[in-house]
Nanobody
Framework: QVRLAETGGGSAQAGGSLRLSCSYS?????VAWFRQSPGKEREGVAA????????YYGTSAAGRFTIAEDNARKTVYLQMNRLKPEDTGTYFC?????????????????WGQGTQVTVSS
């Protein structure tokens, strides 16, 4: 069974940057980042295929965020640049894609505990 642990959340000013890390154990075919704000559905931010299987971005992340994997460390990073206040939320790492949409929360089986990101204007 895959286990996930997110680190790197925190606070930033609008226009700033943060990097999130997701360390995983076991085999993960895909790893993705999702985020959720109070009262909103969990939104797909970015996903990456293990071992160079491609990267995928949600519309809110395209052009500002970059997802990357260090296979040796079994860690997936989400580099977030040009942050906006609307990027505020709890960011979750997910793994074990079961098929369907890589940016849909219902298509991932395993989740981390989440890390908070707060962007102030």
């Amino acid at each position: 069974q895959v286990r996930l642990a997110e680190t790197g959340g925190g606070s930033a000013q609008a226009g700033g940057s943060l990097r999130l890390s997701c360390s995983y154990s076991g085999y993960a075919n895909y790893v993705a980042w999702f985020r959720q704000s109070p009262g909103k559905e969990r939104e797909g931010v970015a996903a990456i295929g293990s071992g160079g299987g491609g990267t995928y971005y949600g519309t809110s992340a395209a052009g500002r965020f970059t997802i990357a994997e260090d296979n040796a460390r079994k860690t997936v990073y989400l580099q977030m640049n040009r942050l906006k206040p609307e990027d505020t939320g709890t960011y979750f790492c997910a793994a074990e894609f079961v098929g369907g949409n890589l940016l849909s929360a219902t298509d991932f089986r395993t989740w981390g505990q989440g890390t908070q990101v707060t962007v102030s204007s």
